[in-house]
């Protein structure tokens, strides 16, 4: 067996055992040295909560010279003096470290995600608690086996033997819990419960092994698939021993019902709500690319592109829609005209749309078309300047259009009284509902003479 060698000042510690820190998605083993957490045996199976830094002493198992591999175990996950850490040296780098029977009760208030199942070859007692449930396996009694020896006493003055009772109380609890105050995690949702046979807050968790944590920022939209009701039910059972709790486990069918299909109906449904959301006043900007839209329909300010949708994605889903007036415009341009060197853009006023831009031979052409329009509107440059400035220009046009009108710029436009380096056009989609006469063709023949 083999020791890294370190340098110790002080004599408190055996020499198999240091102190290591987590922090950061890192592990130190000195001050300054440290691994990245992916180059242990957690690999990506764990996030550990970065709201502190966690210390541990561990003991030295094996250490492989060949692989510069430390094979470990923690001793004390608490250790009530750190110090030594500071004193710690390494007279080589160590390339990853191996833990080895972790306990679970200690490990897991340390998680801030996980996925138990990859965790049983480093957790010793992982399969003590359950994860998931099935109706009957959630219902089932809890078994517990009491050494009466060990737990028993003499009260001398009455000579009679007396036995606490060491069977924890179990409590069973029906509630409901809204989704807006819910926590969704890797892998299970997070609730707190308030019950009168406690003194104190019980976290629980509700598994499903297809949450995400990103399910968080779009938690307000699943009492829509559920026929708008704002909570869902939750079963708890709850074990109390004394001043702890000792077990707990809960269930909710609604979170159990979350799955791809109901995940895509929420991707649905969010994607819709874009051909309505009101473009924040505070932003002065009218063009936006995929990634962009999201933040306008979410509070938080934060990525709302939960789903990494692309502009394609988000047009697809739109054109899903019954009725939509110019959905063959829409399909033609999308699919066979816009340059993909640029990204489709998106207007939220005064009209949810997009702009595609289209390369002629001798033109940069940008044309926007609006969800359910009755004209497409094409502003054509020269090729002399940098399609960036001509976006930019593009989007200086519509904000003018924005504040004046659509029937107001073109009656100024054809005055002359703006615009005049600008060739714009405009295509309408004469009798899109009839049946005898196909607009589209006409809308079509149209837009290629303009496409120069």
């Known amino acids: 067996m083999f020791f890294v060698n370190f340098v110790y000042k002080s004599l408190n510690m055996s020499k198999q055992t240091r102190i290591i820190k987590i922090s950061n998605n890192k592990l130190y083993y000195t001050s300054s040295d440290f691994i990245q957490l992916s180059e242990t045996n957690f690999t990506d199976t764990v996030c550990f909560n970065e709201r502190f830094e ?100 003499i009260d001398k003055d009455n000579l009679q033997e007396i036995k606490p ?62 026929n708008n009701n704002k909570q869902f039910n939750v079963k708890a059972i709850i074990e109390i021993k004394g001043d702890n709790v000792v077990k707990k486990r809960a269930y909710s069918e609604e979170i159990k019902l979350i799955d791809e299909k109901l995940i895509d109906s929420v991707k649905r449904l969010r994607t819709l709500e874009l051909a309505k959301v009101t473009q924040n006043e505070d932003i002065d900007k009218s063009l936006f690319t995929a990634d962009e839209i999201w933040d306008n329909i979410n509070d938080e300010g934060i990525d709302g592109n939960v789903f990494k949708q692309d502009e394609a994605d988000i047009i697809n889903t739109l054109l899903s829609i019954k009725d939509v007036r110019n959905r063959k415009q829409l399909e033609y341009l999308a699919g066979y005209k816009h340059n993909p060197k640029e990204k489709i853009r998106f207007t939220l006023r005064p009209l949810f749309g997009f702009i595609f831009y289209i390369e002629g031979e001798t033109m940069n052409h940008f044309c926007w078309e609006l969800l359910n329009s009755h004209a497409t509107y094409l502003w054509s440059f020269e090729k002399e300047e940098k399609t960036e400035i001509q976006i930019k220009r593009v989007e200086e046009i519509i904000n003018i259009v924005r504040d004046t009108g659509r029937q107001e710029y073109k009656s100024a436009y054809l005055r002359n009284e703006l615009d005049t380096d600008v060739f714009f056009n405009t295509i309408n989609h004469k009798h899109a509902n009839s049946d005898f006469i196909d607009g589209f063709v006409l809308w079509k023949h149209k837009l290629k003479e303009m496409i120069v």
């Open 54 to 153: 966690i210390y541990w002493l561990i003991e030295i198992l094996e250490y492989q010279k060949e692989r510069n591999l430390l094979i470990v175990t923690v001793v004390d996950y608490k250790p009530a003096d750190i110090s030594v850490f500071y004193e710690q040296k390494a007279k080589s780098k160590i390339n990853s470290f191996e833990f080895y029977k972790l306990k679970w009760e200690e490990l897991e208030p340390l998680l801030s995600s996980y996925q138990k199942i990859k965790l049983n070859d480093i957790v010793d007692d992982i399969n003590k608690e359950l994860t998931s449930y099935d109706e009957d396996e959630f219902d089932s009694p809890t078994i517990e086996k009491v050494d009466a020896e060990q737990f028993s006493f």
């Open 165 to 226: 009772d060491t069977k924890p109380k179990k409590y069973t609890k029906h509630f409901t819990y809204y989704f807006k105050d819910a926590e969704f995690k890797l892998g299970y949702v997070s609730v707190k419960g308030v019950f009168d046979f406690y003194y104190d807050i019980i976290d629980l968790r509700i598994y499903n092994d297809v949450i995400l944590p990103e399910y968080d920022f779009i938690k307000n939209y699943f009492p829509k698939v559920f």
